[in-house]
């Protein structure tokens, strides 16, 4: 898409961040390791759609129910996933550290957040529409795809390990 024809999106930062100069930090941004799933014509599309910013440590990134908007790159950093409980409290499902993406699922399945989002850390994000992803998607081969669910599912794996051992850990299981 020729620069002069590029769609402006009305993005909010979470409350507590700093966006970053994008030009000065464009090429680090593509360096992140999801941008190797796609071409390079997608990856620079991708890139010049991402929204950097800073965060402070517990800031929040998106909540468990918000609507699943953006895929979000994690460039330094820590960030908390957490699942609330049917009786309120807030259960740790792991960490996402820099160099992952999180926040892809509930584009592909088009349902709202699983899990709130928080800055365990400082952090330097990206985040790239949905609306983006999904378009760069449909136009990529099918292998693109079918990596981005590898990495998923590999997620999904690590949760439901740290998922037995905590219940192992509480005597629930035999």
């Known amino acids: 898409m020729p620069s002069h024809t590029r769609l402006i999106f009305p993005l909010k930062r979470p409350p507590g961040s700093v966006k970053v100069n994008q030009a000065s930090d464009f090429m680090s941004l593509l360096a992140h390791p999801f941008f190797t799933y796609f071409s390079e014509a997608h990856t620079k599309v991708l890139g010049e759609y991402a929204e ?3 965060c402070d440590e517990k800031t929040p990134l998106f909540q468990e129910g918000d609507p699943s908007d953006h895929v979000y790159l994690l460039i330094e950093g820590d960030v908390e996933l957490l699942k609330q ?3 309120g409290r807030q259960v740790s499902l792991g960490f996402v550290k820099a160099g992952d993406h999180f926040g892809e699922m509930g584009i592909l399945d088009d349902k709202p957040r699983s899990a ?3 800055a ?3 952090v330097h994000v990206a985040k790239i529409p949905s609306t983006v ?3 760069i998607l449909n136009e990529e081969p099918a292998y693109v795809t079918i990596q981005l669910l590898k990495t998923i599912l590999e997620h999904l794996r690590k949760s439901n390990e740290r998922f037995a051992e905590g219940m192992a850990r509480s005597g629930a299981v035999k």
């Open 133 to 135: 992803l999904l378009r």
């Open 52 to 54: 950097e910013f800073f």
């Open 85 to 87: 409980t049917k009786d």
């Open 120 to 122: 365990a850390s400082f």
């Open 116 to 118: 709130s989002a928080v």
